[in-house]
C-alpha cells in the first residue's frame, strides 16, 4: 500500500473531518441568493441608471431566480443582437437558458416558458406598463405577455 500524499492526503483529510463532525456546517447564501432552490439563472442586459429595471431583479430572486446582472450603455445593441422585434421592445433584456425575456414579463409567463419549452426564440411585455413587476403605478388590464420567433409575434400568457 502507498501512503497518500498531496492532493490525495488533503481529500483524506475531509473525509476524517466530515465523518467526525457528522453533520456538514452550512455555507452562508451568496448576497441577493433566492432562499430555498433556484429554477434558472437569468442574466439581465440593462442600464446601470433604470431604476425599474433594478426593481424587477429582486422579484426575480423572490421567486426563485438567480440573477446576473450585466450594466450596458446600450441595451438596445442587445436587443439587435438578439433578435428581438422593435415592437416588443422594453427598458431591459433578459436570457434564460436559450431564451429571451425582454421587460417586466411576470413570473407565471417565465415559469411557462421554462417548463413548456416551445420553439420560439422569446417572450415580451411590451413597453413599460405600470404596476407590472418592477414598475410602479396601478395595474390596468391585464398584461399580454407575447412570444416571438420565426418572424411571429404571438400572444402568449395573459395575466
Same mark, same amino acid.
Given at each position: 500500500?502507498?501512503?497518500?500524499?498531496?492532493?490525495?492526503?488533503?481529500?483524506?483529510? %475531509?473525509?476524517?473531518?466530515?465523518?467526525? @463532525?457528522? $453533520?456538514?456546517? #452550512?455555507?452562508? !447564501?451568496?448576497? *441577493?441568493?433566492?432562499?430555498?432552490?433556484?429554477?434558472?439563472?437569468?442574466?439581465?442586459? %440593462?442600464?446601470?441608471?433604470?431604476?425599474? @429595471?433594478? $426593481?424587477?431583479? #429582486?422579484?426575480? !430572486?423572490?421567486? *426563485?431566480?438567480?440573477?446576473?446582472?450585466?450594466?450596458?450603455?446600450?441595451?438596445?445593441?442587445?436587443?439587435?443582437?438578439?433578435?428581438?422585434?422593435?415592437?416588443?421592445?422594453?427598458?431591459?433584456?433578459?436570457?434564460?437558458?436559450?431564451?429571451?425575456?425582454?421587460?417586466?414579463?411576470?413570473?407565471?409567463?417565465?415559469?411557462?416558458?421554462?417548463?413548456?419549452?416551445?420553439?420560439?426564440?422569446?417572450?415580451?411585455?411590451?413597453?413599460?406598463?405600470?404596476?407590472?413587476?418592477?414598475?410602479?403605478?396601478?395595474?390596468?388590464?391585464?398584461?399580454?405577455?407575447?412570444?416571438?420567433?420565426?418572424?411571429?409575434?404571438?400572444?402568449?400568457?395573459?395575466?
Amino acid at each position: 500500500m502507498r501512503p497518500i500524499s498531496g492532493i490525495g492526503a488533503l481529500a483524506a483529510a %475531509a473525509l476524517v473531518l466530515f465523518t467526525a @463532525c457528522g $453533520e456538514p456546517t #452550512p455555507v452562508a !447564501r451568496v448576497q *441577493g441568493e433566492p432562499a430555498g432552490g433556484t429554477k434558472a439563472t437569468i442574466t439581465i442586459y %440593462a442600464s446601470p441608471t433604470c431604476g425599474c @429595471c433594478h $426593481e424587477y431583479i #429582486p422579484y426575480l !430572486r423572490e421567486h *426563485g431566480y438567480m440573477v446576473q446582472e450585466v450594466p450596458t450603455d446600450d441595451v438596445n445593441a442587445v436587443k439587435v443582437d438578439l433578435g428581438v422585434p422593435k415592437k416588443t421592445w422594453s427598458c431591459h433584456t433578459a436570457v434564460v437558458d436559450d431564451y429571451v425575456i425582454e421587460g417586466h414579463v411576470p413570473i407565471e409567463a417565465i415559469d411557462k416558458l421554462l417548463a413548456e419549452r416551445p420553439r420560439i426564440d422569446g417572450i415580451a411585455l411590451p413597453g413599460m406598463p405600470a404596476g407590472s413587476p418592477g414598475m410602479n403605478g396601478t395595474k390596468q388590464g391585464p398584461f399580454v405577455v407575447v412570444s416571438f420567433g420565426h418572424g411571429e409575434i404571438e400572444e402568449f400568457l395573459t395575466v
